[in-house]
Nanobody
Framework: EVQLVESGGGLVQPGGFLRLSCVAP????????IGWFRQAPGKEREEVSI??????????YYADSAKGRFTIPYDNAKNTVYLQMNSLKPEDAAVYYC?????????????????WGKGTLIKVSS
């Protein structure tokens, strides 16, 4: 069982930035695909990741809403995957979840992920 712990959420003004972290204490993320998903207030969790990375070869995926604004760096030495979010918009406000599993599915849909963190909340408001 891979345990995932997210951190880095908070309140940010529109146009601001945040960096989320996902760490797996005691479990190397090497060879896993790690994705970030989000659930906006009052809505269902999005079925496709906002971004994901295959740590074995570095290939990445970004949803259209994330392209040009978000990046998903992976630090093998720290066993941590980040979600760097820039130019944040009010519609980015959500609980962001880190998820992982072996193998890589195109777009990293939620059903391809067997391990989930508890989430971290982002609020975007002036």
């Amino acid at each position: 069982e891979v345990q995932l712990v997210e951190s880095g959420g908070g309140l940010v003004q529109p146009g601001g930035f945040l960096r989320l972290s996902c760490v797996a204490p005691g479990d190397p993320l090497e060879d896993y695909t790690i994705g970030w998903f989000r659930q906006a207030p009052g809505k269902e969790r999005e079925e496709v990741s906002i971004s994901c990375i295959d740590s074995s070869d570095g290939r990445t995926y970004y949803a259209d809403s994330a392209k040009g604004r978000f990046t998903i760096p992976y630090d093998n030495a720290k066993n941590t995957v980040y979600l760097q979010m820039n130019s944040l918009k009010p519609e980015d406000a959500a609980v962001y979840y880190c998820a992982a599993d072996l193998g890589y599915d195109n777009h990293c849909p939620y059903y391809s992920m067997g391990y989930w963190g508890k989430g971290t909340l982002i609020k975007v408001s002036s």
